[in-house]
């Protein structure tokens, strides 16, 4: 059986999990941390598509402190899903589904104007065949976006470890936010670099370590937007 971190592509690893772990919790970042990102580039009035739920309260967050009135979430859990039906039963802003991100024929392409990725990504990268199903989950993230769609991207994945396999899955044009990991929910008054300010960002990505510095200790969020035209 696999064990450890190749198990992260595997649902019964996640259905054990969340057996185990059913208390609500954020991979990376909190919505409060994020939110002036995706309020800069999510328009409230879209479908919105979050990969990778779990049993975070994200979501949650995006509707009753964003306004977000359409967030459908999808986990390859059936345990986080069934949990989290119950939980926003009454909450029609909230819609789960248990899908595995790469393959999402349920979803018409074009569905959504955005997909919010905390950690799924990399979750998939620490699994088996890790490369071949990141590119499936890419290529399915960029077919269920609408034309101009963004695919925001919270990762620790530095620019020379993400541009290529962003790049040689699909046709994205791409800018590059960081926040420190530790961010607090209230704003510090000395960031490492202003949340909504993109990164410089160069060809093989070499330029954000020219502006931040080697290994500096912060989440990078990538807003990858879909070109149909390029492709």
Not at 19 to 29: L, V
Not at 61 to 89: P, R, W
Request: hydrophobic fraction near 35%; charged fraction near 25%; proline fraction near 5%.
């Amino acid at each position: 059986m696999t064990t450890g971190t190749q198990a992260y592509g595997e649902s019964w690893y996640w259905d054990n999990r969340y057996t185990n772990e059913p208390g609500p919790f954020d991979w990376y970042q909190k919505y409060i941390t994020l939110s002036p990102i995706i309020n800069l580039y999510v328009p409230t009035n879209q479908s919105i598509l979050v990969v990778g739920s779990g049993n975070s309260a994200f979501s949650e967050g995006m509707v009753d402190e964003g306004g977000y009135m359409d967030v459908v979430n999808i986990d390859i859990s059936s345990v986080v899903i069934d949990a989290m039906q119950n939980k926003y039963q009454d909450r029609p802003q909230l819609k789960y589904m248990k899908m595995d991100v790469r393959d999402m024929s349920a979803f018409e392409s074009e569905s959504f104007g955005s997909v919010i990725d905390k950690g799924t990504l990399d979750s998939i990268l620490c699994g088996n065949n890790s490369r071949q199903n990141a590119t499936k989950m890419l290529e399915e993230i960029w077919r269920v976006l609408k034309d101009k769609g963004v695919y925001i991207l919270v990762t620790y994945g530095a620019p020379l470890y993400r541009l290529r396999l962003l790049r040689d899955s699909c046709s994205w044009s791409i800018k590059l936010h960081v926040i420190e990991k530790l961010a607090s929910e209230e704003k510090s008054d000395d960031p490492i670099w202003e949340l909504t300010k993109p990164i410089p960002l160069n060809n093989d990505g070499s330029s954000v370590d020219e502006t931040l510095g080697p290994n500096p200790d912060v989440h990078y969020i990538y807003i990858c937007t879909k070109e149909i035209s390029a492709n």
